[in-house]
């Protein structure tokens, strides 16, 4: 080992730190964008049935709501879940508790999706109208 060759990894090093750093500020921003993106205070929950706007309610009145004698949606403490549904495999009810900006409970065989909107962003964007 010759004192160039220690050079050479000291170089190595030092490029492999700045690759690191640049890598670890990309991870930093993209984390923070998906935090400060999806814990906007969410304001209301937007069912869809059968892909029409079937309710649009606020999202901090408890409430139950039953969709056709299919679907029951249940309103509580500002989140949102389906407590009872026709469909087969239950995975709507599966799905759990949702309470944050842009989380779904979507149900299938019953064509019902539940939807949390903020008040910024409940309406269809310009690039899907």
């Known amino acids: ?31 923070l ?7 906007q205070k969410a304001a209301y929950v937007k069912i869809t049935v059968n892909n029409q706007v079937y309710r649009t309610v606020p999202l901090e009145i408890d409430q139950t709501i039953k969709i056709s004698d299919k ?22 009810i599966k799905q759990g508790t949702i309470s944050k900006n842009g989380e779904q409970i979507i149900c299938l065989p019953n064509q019902v999706v539940i939807a949390i909107v903020s008040n910024q962003y409940n309406d269809v964007d310009s690039s899907s109208k």
């Not at 050479?8 to 993209?30: L, P, Q, S």
């Not at 964008?33 to 814990?39: G, I, L, Q």
């Open 1 to 31: 080992m010759s004192f160039p060759f220690i050079l050479e990894v000291a170089m190595f090093k030092k490029k492999d730190f700045i690759i690191i750093f640049i890598i670890f500020v990309v991870i930093i921003g993209a984390l």
């Open 33 to 39: 964008f998906n935090h400060f993106y999806f814990s």
């Open 71 to 92: 679907n029951m949606i249940v309103i509580n403490h500002g989140s949102v879940h389906m407590k009872d549904a026709t469909c087969p495999d239950k995975l709507c």
